[in-house]
């Protein structure tokens, strides 16, 4: 059993998760939608976590590690946390919901969308640094400077939340033959392993990460933390610079294979989802499907799973990318 396992929830974890998740939101649909499918060239599943109350998947990790903060004690009188958007919106909700402060670093420039709708939940907002690594060192230290609570990106109380919608869909849709699932700092690629070791499904996971933020297949490929720059305009969820060691010793054994995809190749699947389901994707959110086009051929006669795992992407940078 590779040594990062026991961070995984079981069965029986994933299905409490659940019960805390469903009393913010319903279970996420997934449609097989046939433009799409004759797009990819055979049977293909969307999975619509753009569908939750902040447009992506954090938000069941949000909710999950305040309520295992809660069944240990006390609540913190802050957190504080670092994000490019949809892990600080799932911080926001979360911590609302139990009535704790709530601050959250980001890079400077950041999603100008991202930043409102973190506010808007009552976050306060910090920027600093030029990328997430920045931001992320910069939230350690405010947290250890003002004695507050710092939540990582990954965390396997994130993970026992991010698992239920995987979960969902493998049990939606058994007849799944690979799943396609993209990588920012870890949590829905170990989720997605998660949930396949405790339903027993026998479905392959593959992982998608920018081509111009490769901190994530070059550390998969050398066994250990490469550090690598980001250049991508257009994925933020998956730009990042420093791969996470703990996610790394899950990934490593259990994911099928990792496929890169270019900022290019993501506008085209954004502006393919829009035309097929007139759904909104960010750029993270349509890495799914640009994976799985490079890799059409391959998938003939396959049941696929695409994860949109988000649509909060800002109106001008959506509106340049279908109007390419």
Known sequence: ?????????????????????YRDFPPTPQYRWGLLSERLGTECWLKHENHTPVGAFKIRGGLTYFDQLARRGPLPREVISATRG??????G??????????TIVVPRGNSLEK???MRALGVTLVEHGDDFQEAREHALHLAQERGAHMVHSFH????????????????????????YVPIGQGSGACSAIAAKRALGHGVRI???????????????????VIEAPVTTQLA???????????????????????????????????????????NVAEGAGAAALAAALQERESLRGLCVG?????????????????SR
């Open 156 to 179: 396997p109380d994130l993970l026992r939340g991010v698992a239920t919608y995987w979960w969902e869909f493998l049990r939606a849709v058994p007849q799944l033959d690979v799943v």
């Open 93 to 102: 909700w979360a911590a609302r919901r139990h009535g704790v402060a709530c």
């Open 306 to 322: 695409l994860a949109l795992t988000g649509g909060n992407v800002d109106a001008p940078v959506f509106s340049e990318v279908l």
């Open 236 to 278: 933020d969820g998956m730009a990042c610079r420093v791969a996470d060691q703990a996610a790394l010793d899950i990934l490593i054994p259990h994911l099928d294979h990792v496929v890169q995809v270019s900022d290019a190749e993501v506008a085209a699947a954004m502006r393919a989802l829009f035309t097929d389901t007139h």
């Open 86 to 91: 949809n892990h600080g919106q799932s911080m």
């Open 1 to 21: 059993m590779p040594p990062m396992t026991h961070l995984l929830p079981s069965l029986a974890d994933i299905e409490a998760a659940a019960t805390v998740v």
């Open 115 to 117: 930043n409102a709708a």
């Open 206 to 224: 593959v992982g998608v990460v920018s081509r111009h933020a490769t901190t994530y297949a070059d550390s998969i490929a050398a066994g250990r």
